[in-house]
């Protein structure tokens, strides 16, 4: 028998929710298996009245999606009604349709022969992900969350998510969003619905140095470094001055919005907007502490790249002159910080997670030492140093360790042939590694 493959509802008085029509990713007749992403909307979500508790959920830099998943394996059926094409599958204000009480069936699925698995109930084959986009004019049209973000955010439409914040260098990137960005497989592996935070580092790395400092800065301290940036953006004498106005742009956002460990996130469910608690599971990656670290000279204010092709001309000289370029920090005092900002999120009912790095010498063979050089000064001994320090910090309950090293380790070097960018077999037990810690 024909299983439907339906939007479930919105049932909220409060919250007037609008999507675009269907955009198909199986064609019609295709096959499926069960959790599989099929069809997905764009999405537009506000309360009726004001509410500063209830901010939009879609308008401005945020691009809102609701991504169903096949309830079963089988072979897919579509209504055609459900997709009209071009801009009106990716604009919810192009042409409204309510996204009202009453399901929407989009298709059915004709079960596989010989499939015994229950169909996904209806409220997790449904996924609800928000990209903040990094630029307000990047075009964000044509697919999944295609554009450049800040940060991305996914959740399942079941009953209230368990919040998770995973602000890491790359080394995580598609173990959370998965291929598509879609994010499915975090959240159908999952032992309980979660609300997925995902902080990447293409523009600035989540060093724990940074993350600290953004906690404990003042807000005198933040308006000082305000006027510092606006002082940055009346001293550009470039020709082109663009790239850099909208790097200084995206500085000062990130001052007004504060840290985004202690944010309390705002999501759509099927009674409406809500907003959830602060996050209790946080994980960082010590890969990130290998950026490039900008600290300026007078005020409570450092910067971590992945690297300097990435900055604009007229902002390294703004780092030139405003800042000192520092060297990795040593161990003694990535482990104090660890500790603090351990302590600080403890405090509020959180608890900290940190990837291992992988132990190897770039350049030489895995286990070879830096043969003609003090081993001290060696990357892998530096390493070495800080996964024993992250082991002693779990040891007195500071944070837990996700063993980063032993997953290499035991997949091998083909898995990522540069140490940190995986296959997908590496992206899923990475996947693996964080929710079962969780």
């Known amino acids: 028998m024909p299983i439907p493959i339906t939007l479930p509802p919105v049932s909220s008085s409060a919250t007037r929710v609008t999507r675009s029509s269907f955009a ?41 999606f609701a991504i169903v998943l096949a309830p079963t394996t089988g072979t ?55 990209g903040h ?35 890491t260098s790359c080394v995580f990137r598609f173990a959370v969003l998965g291929e598509q960005r879609t994010s499915h497989d975090m959240h159908l592996h999952a032992a309980r619905p979660l609300h997925v935070d995902y902080q990447g580092d293409s523009l600035l790395v989540p060093t724990v140095g940074t993350l600290l400092e953004e906690l404990l800065r003042t807000p005198e301290e ?58 209790p599971a946080i994980a960082l990656s010590a890969e990130s502490e290998d950026a490039l670290i900008f600290k300026h000279s007078s005020l409570p204010l450092t910067l971590a790249f992945t690297n300097l ?15 000192v370029r520092v ?56 390493t070495r140093r800080i996964n024993e320090a992250l082991l002693d910090l779990q040891a007195r309950n500071a944070l837990t360790v996700l063993d980063f090293d032993l997953l290499k380790a035991t997949l091998g070097g083909k898995a990522f042939p540069d140490s940190s960018h995986g296959d997908r077999h590496f992206d899923a037990r990475s996947r693996e590694l964080i929710l079962e810690a969780v």
């Open 327 to 382: 060297p990795p920090r040593p161990v003694e005092e990535l482990a104090l910080s660890y500790q603090h900002l351990s302590h600080i999120l403890s405090q509020k009912g959180s608890k900290l997670f940190v990837t291992n790095n992988f132990i190897h010498e770039p350049g030489s063979p895995l286990i070879r030492p830096a043969w003609n050089t003090d081993i001290t000064a060696s990357y892998s001994f530096r």
């Open 76 to 130: 897919i059926r579509w209504d055609p009604s459900m997709s009209r094409g071009g801009w009106l599958d990716f604009l919810p204000g192009l042409a409204p349709i309510d996204w009202t009480n009453e399901e929407v069936v989009l298709g059915t699925i004709e079960p596989s022969p010989g499939n015994s698995k229950a169909p996904l109930p209806l409220d997790k084959s449904l996924i609800i992900t928000v």
């Open 133 to 167: 986009r990094v630029v307000e004019w990047a075009d964000p049209r044509g697919g999944i969350l295609p554009g450049w973000y800040n940060n991305i955010r996914s959740w399942t439409f079941s009953e209230r998510p368990f919040p998770i914040i995973v602000a």
């Open 309 to 323: 092709f990435r900055i604009p001309k007229d902002f390294q000289m703004i780092l030139i002159n405003n800042f």
């Open 24 to 64: 198909f990713l199986k064609q019609n007749g295709a096959a499926c298996e069960q959790g599989e992403p099929v069809a997905y909307c764009c999405v537009h979500a506000a309360a009726n009245a004001p509410s500063e508790e209830l901010p939009p959920l879609a308008q401005d830099k945020n691009d809102l």
């Open 222 to 279: 933040t308006a000082a470094i305000m006027n510092e940036m606006r002082r940055w953006l009346g001293s550009l004498t470039s020709s082109e001055p663009w790239s850099t106005t909208s790097l200084i742009g995206i500085l000062m956002e990130r001052m007004t919005n504060g840290s985004p460990l202690t944010r309390k996130p705002v999501i759509l469910q099927r009674n409406g907007i809500a907003t959830i608690e602060e996050a």
